[in-house]
């Protein structure tokens, strides 16, 4: 079992960043791809971002790339979501989650284990 818990979120400015990190315990993260998903209200959830632990291999969804940024610390197992340049089409719910390494990075059905989420809202 591995239990995630996301941190970080909370209200920003357009324009303006946010650092979230997602602590892991259970099981150390060295053999999972980590994902970052959102899911804005009467929305469903879309993939953000994501990295293969082992290799560092990095994934983002069009809509990030170039603002957001994946990272890990192995020595703390934790994964971080470092978001740059905010828009308030950004703001969701941040959810972070732990597959199988060799994975679809991109597809929620990959994933098997699942933070509580933290919100981030991006004002105008």
């Known amino acids: 079992q591995v239990q995630l818990v996301e941190s970080g979120g909370g209200l920003v400015q357009a324009g303006g960043s946010l650092r979230l990190s997602c602590a892991a315990s259970?099981?150390?993260?060295?053999?999972?791809?980590m994902g970052w998903f959102r899911q804005a209200p009467g929305k469903e959830r879309e993939f953000v971002a994501a990295?293969?632990?082992?290799?560092?291999?990095?994934y983002y969804a069009h809509s990030v790339k170039g603002r957001f940024t994946i990272s890990r610390d192995n020595a703390k197992n934790t994964v971080y979501l470092q978001m740059n340049s905010l828009k308030p089409e950004d703001t969701a719910v941040y959810y972070c989650?732990?597959?199988?390494?060799?994975?679809?990075?991109?597809?929620?059905?990959?994933?098997?284990?699942w933070g509580q989420g933290t919100q981030v809202t991006v004002s105008s």
């Open positions: 990295i293969r632990w082992s290799a560092g291999s990095t």
């Open positions: 259970g099981r150390t993260l060295s053999s999972y791809a």
């Open positions: 989650a732990a597959a199988a390494p060799l994975t679809i990075v991109e597809l929620t059905t990959s994933y098997d284990y």
